[in-house]
C-alpha cells in the first residue's frame, strides 16, 4: 500500500487547506485511514497526534483540537483521503501524515496499529 499526501503549504490564521492522500497498492475497501500530525517540538513518533480517522463503514472520528474545524472524506473508489482543513490557527503548524491499516474498525487504534503511511507533509499557520 503507498500513501502520498499532497495539499500543504502556508496560510494565515483563520485560513483553509485542503490535504489530499492518493491511496495505491491495495484491493477492496476494508481499511481504516488516518490523518495524524506531529507539532513542532514533538518530533519522535510516540509523539503522533491522531486528528481524524475514517473506517471503512465511512464512520468518522476528530481529535477535539480540530473538531468542528476540520473534516476527513475519501472518495467513492476510496482511492483518495482528504482532510479539509478551516479556520486554522498556529497551533495547527506541524508535519501531517496519512496512514491506514487493513482492518475495518478505527476504533481506538493508536498510532502504531497503522502499518502504512505516507512521507508527511508541512502545514504551516502564520498568526
Known amino acids: 500500500v503507498q500513501l502520498v499526501e499532497s495539499g500543504g503549504g502556508s496560510v494565515q490564521a483563520g485560513g483553509s487547506l485542503r490535504l489530499s492522500c492518493a491511496v495505491s497498492?491495495?484491493?477492496?475497501?476494508?481499511?481504516?485511514m488516518g490523518w495524524f500530525r506531529q507539532l513542532p517540538g514533538k518530533e519522535r513518533a510516540n509523539e503522533r497526534e491522531g486528528v481524524a480517522t475514517i473506517d471503512a463503514d465511512s464512520s468518522t472520528t476528530y481529535s477535539l483540537s480540530v473538531k468542528g474545524r476540520f473534516t476527513i472524506s475519501q472518495d467513492n473508489a476510496k482511492t483518495t483521503l482528504y482532510l479539509q482543513m478551516n479556520s486554522l490557527k498556529p497551533e495547527d503548524t506541524g508535519m501531517y501524515y496519512c496512514a491506514a491499516v487493513g482492518l475495518r474498525s478505527c476504533s481506538g487504534r493508536r498510532w502504531y496499529e497503522y502499518n502504512h503511511w505516507g512521507q508527511g507533509i508541512r502545514i504551516t499557520v502564520n498568526s
Open positions: 497498492g491495495y484491493t477492496g475497501s476494508s481499511f481504516c
